[in-house]
T-cell receptor, first 113, second 115 residues
């Protein structure tokens, strides 16, 4: 069956360290993969999109990698801050024609001062 | 603020009832997506409309229906409500038809509680 797996346990790190979140998928062949941030009770906010022919994408303190052989994406936040505490969702195209975005269940990140 | 608006913010109703959730996309966006988020299921894609036409369907129950109007706002109708329909319902919009290759802008959500 098709699955998108993100670590369901919260990731606790100290301010200033690099946070690395993992997204693994099974029985999908996505051409696109996206990462979103979601704060409690609010709608997800888009962070980054990476295409299958891109190995890495960066935006300010954020970096995403996409390994289609391992069927995995890694999401890094460098020099993390308490304001980065949130749930991070990965999403990928789940059907033909790129109409449908399928989300993982997310990983909660807690950055302590 | 994403520019996507959803009403109402909260809705409390009883089992068996019918409700309508409303979404206005960002100015200029032609695509509207509906998602359901519950604690045990995560964010689930329901349906995608592009410029008034249905483009993709997810795990949307037969009791649920949606439409996009000529002014591009969308409504999600939920009928014969069950306790398990209690969830946050999000609407998102994007500039064109590619839900997966475009950034989606999410609204603040409607929290539905079925008693």
């Amino acid at each position: 069956s098709q699955k998108i797996e993100q670590n369901s346990e919260a990731l606790n790190i100290q301010e200033g360290k690099t946070a690395t979140l993992t997204c693994n998928y099974t029985n999908y062949s996505p051409a696109y993969l996206q990462w979103y941030r979601q704060d409690p009770g609010r709608g997800p906010v888009f962070l980054l999109l990476i295409r299958e022919n891109e190995k890495e994408k960066r935006k300010e303190r954020l970096k995403v990698t996409f390994d289609t052989t391992l069927k995995q994406s890694l999401f890094h936040i460098t020099a993390s801050q308490p304001a980065d505490s949130a749930t991070y969702l990965c999403a990928l195209d789940g059907g033909t024609g790129f109409q449908k975005l399928v989300f993982g269940t997310g990983t909660r990140l807690l950055v302590s001062p | 603020d994403s520019g996507v608006t959803q009403t109402p913010k909260h809705l409390i109703t009883a089992t068996g009832q019918r409700v309508t959730l409303r979404c206005s996309p960002r100015s200029g966006d032609l695509s509207v997506y509906w998602y359901q988020q519950s604690l045990d299921q995560g964010l689930q894609f329901l349906i995608h409309y592009y410029n008034g036409e249905e483009r993709a369907k997810g795990n949307i129950l037969e009791r649920f229906s949606a439409q996009q109007f000529p002014d591009l706002h969308s409504e999600l109708n939920l009928s014969s409500l069950e306790l398990g329909d209690s969830a946050l319902y999000f609407c998102a919009s994007s500039a064109d038809s590619g839900g997966a290759y475009n950034e989606q802008f999410f609204g603040p959500g409607t929290r539905l509680t079925v008693l």
